[in-house]
Nanobody
Framework: QVVLVESGGGLVQAGGSLRLSCVAS????????MGWFRQAPGKEREFVAA????????AIADSVKGRFTISRDNAKNTGYLQMNSLKPEDTAVYYC????????????WGQGTQVTVSS
């Protein structure tokens, strides 16, 4: 069992920045993958970014590439999503999730954190 807790959401003006954090606890988080997803009102959940805990392999959605960066601190069992140059269309609930392996199914999910970008 892996427990994920996100934080760092909030209200920001367009062009601003936020950093989301996701603390993982429970089963050892070693070779797993941490992903970030978002869901805007009336839209389907979409992939944002992912990082493999061991080695740091990353993937970023085209819609946020160049603006968002994913990273992790192994010692703190914490993943981060740095979001810069935010746009109103980035407004959504952001979730972190954990998968057993790269390309695997995300079995564990956090409760989500709201990000609102005003124009």
């Amino acid at each position: 069992q892996v427990v994920l807790v996100e934080s760092g959401g909030g209200l920001v003006q367009a062009g601003g920045s936020l950093r989301l954090s996701c603390v993982a606890s429970g089963r050892t988080f070693s070779n797993n993958v941490m992903g970030w997803f978002r869901q805007a009102p009336g839209k389907e959940r979409e992939f944002v970014a992912a990082i493999r805990w061991s080695g740091g392999r990353t993937a970023i959605a085209d819609s946020v590439k160049g603006r968002f960066t994913i990273s992790r601190d192994n010692a703190k069992n914490t993943g981060y999503l740095q979001m810069n140059s935010l746009k109103p269309e980035d407004t959504a609930v952001y979730y972190c999730a954990a998968a057993e392996e790269w390309g695997g199914h995300y079995d564990y999910w956090g409760q989500g954190t709201q990000v609102t970008v005003s124009s």
